[in-house]
């Protein structure tokens, strides 16, 4: 069961988890290990939150291990061991730059990572709501079977299929620090060659200005305003959201598409050079906006001006938090 | 004695009809022709109730077709996440003076929250003799029960608020009974059902190859009057009918949710330990309060320009620290910790204690689209052990 633990590769990587986690609990080196736990729903996992060493049986590692953990670690009182994946342990080397986490109360726990599964993807490929889904299994060959409700016939879904975007795109799926790898990291999935990773952003870009602000029109004229994207995004952990401000009022009260706007493209902006591509917010939406997009180009726009990647070097000054006299100056007029 | 099926009906045995399954696009055409109808589309993967196009542009949905919850709850239609109380002007000279006028109905194509809800009437459409001028079609009777709890907060006996209660007075509900309850749905512990009856005007139920079609109100009588198809229900019908209904009780009754257990011991819970581990994964978004049918808290404003403006309400969630942001900093539930168990707490206690009923019809959606899993399902259990 998918849910229900793993089988093959996965299931050894729980095992090392487990392992891992009662380790430093029994040991005292850390006050909470944050990870995994089995979701109440098929297809769902949730983060978990372990003080004793007995806990650690509630520990699963599979696909659908979606969350970013690192969103948690600002939170967080004391040592804390978290398990990451690829994207994940950038982010947390961002908060570390930012000096919003110190290294040395993380235990860093990575995980060489297959990618994770995009569950609209899933439910797009079947056709069906999630409801339908009673439960799910991913097999030790990688593929995802879904047993479907009422007739209770099985699907069999090829994982590339149905991972998520970011994943297809990922130029590190071995966490790049840690402190303990959980499972071999020939194991990853294939890094994506720079050359491939922004195909999506270029062909975009290649549309006409008034397609792509259809587009996004489009898209961000779908936002209730839950701020799920901020709140799953390890690197929004201002103390007042700039929204959320009463003086002066960013955001009017009648929020039309102008105010939408306003916040997911000063989400982009403030972000820029700090967002590691995790997925966390298209994840956390409830109504399915593609807010990838324009992080991605972006992230492209800094690597091009600034040849900053975000999160791969804890020595690294963020690219907004400095100046050098190398900086592109061709948009000054 | 006429069959009735009703869970909460009015004590008076009203008539079950017949119709076949295709006939339900040529039911939405009918009622097109005299009212408004809304019903749940798709839009990019996400469903909603907006108004629709005569030619029923939603055959895929009947209580045998496409079988789920819209992803945005029916509370969108009579409590609109944003809406316009009134509009101002400003006129200056020597003294300032608002001149209040009623809300211009909004026509920008930007604003998706405004389609379908507060468009201008259609003046050639009269209401029908109960007073029906929309009808909303396909809605689920947890959404439709939800309904009967908001009334208790917009149509109490201390407080009308003639925005909702117009609406309300003027939309009747086409409810799909559900045959195949989804695997969060917990309606049977929160005092519905998969075939509740509660606020809706008709109800539309699975019986084998058939459709059974059964007006519950005046408003109700209104819809289907004139509509040629049906037939009055046989034995035959109606005992297809019962069988789909205990399938779907039956299914129901393994996934109960001792929410009466938790209700007893969450008023004496306020300050218990467990709220410090049930809340810590929550990161604190609106998704579940938004996407809630019965969550109803509003903040009010103006929107304001030099020579007028608009008295603005929108939806708030108790989840956001600005909810309850006093002008002077200090803000009483200064936690995500504190924010969580008032979600819980309003939910199966306050509400509890003010209007004898929890404000959840365990529609599953908050379990559903939480981002971090957070099941109240699960919530209500730790509390229901204590």
Redesign the interface.
């Known amino acids: 069961m998918l849910t229900r633990g793993s089988s093959g590769r996965t299931a050894e990587v729980a095992g090392r988890l487990r392992e891992i986690a009662a380790d430093l609990l029994a040991t005292g080196e850390i006050d909470v290990f944050v990870g995994y736990e089995e979701g109440t729903l098929p297809l769902r996992t949730s983060p978990a939150f372990l003080t004793r060493p007995d806990d650690v049986s509630r520990l699963v590692w599979n696909y659908m291990c979606e969350n970013n953990l690192a969103v948690y670690l600002p939170g967080l009182k004391g040592r804390v061991g978290v398990v990451v994946k690829g994207c994940d342990v950038r982010a947390l080397v961002n908060l570390v730059v930012e000096r919003q986490v110190r290294r040395d109360d993380v235990k860093i726990v990575g995980v060489p990572c297959g990618g994770v599964v995009d569950r609209r993807k899933l439910m797009a490929v079947l056709g069906e709501g999630q409801k339908t889904i009673r439960s799910a299994a991913e097999t030790a060959d990688g593929a995802v079977v879904v047993a479907v409700t009422g007739d209770g016939s099985e699907r069999a879904i090829p994982i590339d299929e149905v991972l998520s975007a970011p994943c297809l795109a990922c130029a590190h799926p071995v966490p790049i620090v840690y402190d303990f790898l959980a499972g071999d990291d020939g194991a990853a999935r294939g890094a994506c060659p720079r050359e491939r990773a922004y195909s999506d952003v270029d062909a975009f870009a290649s549309r006409t200005p008034e397609e792509r602000f259809a587009y996004f029109a489009r898209e961000i004229d779908r936002c209730i305003e839950c701020y799920a994207c901020r709140q799953a995004c390890p690197l929004c952990y201002c103390p007042e959201c700039f929204v959320d401000r009463q003086s002066p009022k960013w955001v009017g009260r009648w929020r039309d598409l102008s105010d939408k706007m306003v916040f997911h493209l000063g989400r982009v902006l403030h972000t820029a050079g700090r967002c590691v591509d995790c997925g966390a917010c298209r994840r956390a939406c409830p109504v399915g906006i593609d807010l990838r997009l324009l992080a991605k180009r972006m992230e492209k726009d800094v690597l091009e001006f600034f040849g900053h990647e975000p999160g791969v070097d804890l020595t690294a000054v963020p690219v907004l938090a400095t100046y050098s006299r190398e900086d592109p100056g061709d948009f000054i007029l | 004695m006429t069959p009735y099926f009703g869970m909460l009906g009015e004590g008076r045995a009203r008539k079950a009809f017949v119709m076949a399954r295709e006939d339900i696009g040529r039911f939405v055409t009918h009622l097109a022709v005299s009212f408004e109808v809304c019903a749940p589309v798709d839009?990019?993967?996400?469903t909603r109730f907006v108004a629709v196009d005569p030619d029923g542009a939603c055959g895929a949905w009947g209580p045998g077709g496409?079988?789920?919850?819209s992803?945005?709850p029916l509370k969108e239609l009579f409590f609109p996440?944003?809406e316009?109380l009134f509009a101002f002007e400003a006129h200056s000279g020597t003294q300032t003076a608002a001149v209040l006028r009623a809300p211009a109905p909004r026509d920008?194509p930007?604003?998706?929250h405004d389609r379908g809800l507060a468009r201008t009437r259609d003046e050639r459409r009269a209401p029908s003799p109960s007073g029906v001028l929309r009808v909303v079609f396909g809605t689920r009777p947890c959404d439709a029960r939800s309904l009967a709890l908001l009334d208790l907060v917009f149509d109490a006996a201390d407080y009308k608020d003639p925005y909702y209660i117009s609406r309300r007075r003027e939309t009747a509900l086409v409810t799909f009974a559900c045959s195949?309850p989804?695997?969060?749905c917990f309606c049977t512990s929160v005092g519905g059902g998969p075939f509740d009856e509660t606020s809706s005007d008709v109800v539309i139920a699975d019986a084998g190859e058939e459709h059974v079609v059964r007006p519950l109100s005046a408003k109700g009588e209104d819809l289907v009057r004139g509509f040629e198809p049906l037939q009055e229900a046989g034995e035959r019908e109606l005992k297809a009918l019962r069988e789909t209904r205990a399938r779907a009780e039956a299914r129901m009754a393994g996934q109960a949710v001792p929410v009466d257990a938790a209700v007893s011991r969450l008023g004496g819970a306020f300050g218990h330990p467990a709220w410090d581990?049930v809340h810590?994964?929550c990161?604190?978004?609106?998704?579940c309060t938004?996407?809630c049918p019965t969550c109803h808290c509003f903040d009010i404003?103006?929107?304001a320009t030099r020579t007028g403006g608009?008295r603005?309400r929108?939806w708030d969630?108790c989840m956001?620290?600005?909810f309850t942001l006093h002008a002077s900093g200090h803000n009483p539930r200064p936690s995500r910790r504190e924010r969580f168990r008032q979600r819980i707490m309003h939910k199966f206690n306050y509400f509890v204690e003010n209007h004898g009923v929890a404000a959840c019809v365990g529609c599953g959606r908050c379990?559903?689209?939480c981002?971090?899993?957070?099941?109240v399902?699960?919530v209500l259990e730790v509390f229901a052990a204590l």
Request: net charge negative.
């Open positions: 839009e990019g993967g996400v496409s079988r789920y919850l992803t945005r996440q944003q316009t920008d930007g604003l998706a195949e989804g695997i969060a581990e810590r994964k990161l604190g978004c609106a998704v938004y996407l404003g103006d929107e608009e603005v929108n969630s956001f620290p600005l379990v559903e689209n981002p971090v899993n957070v099941d399902r699960r």
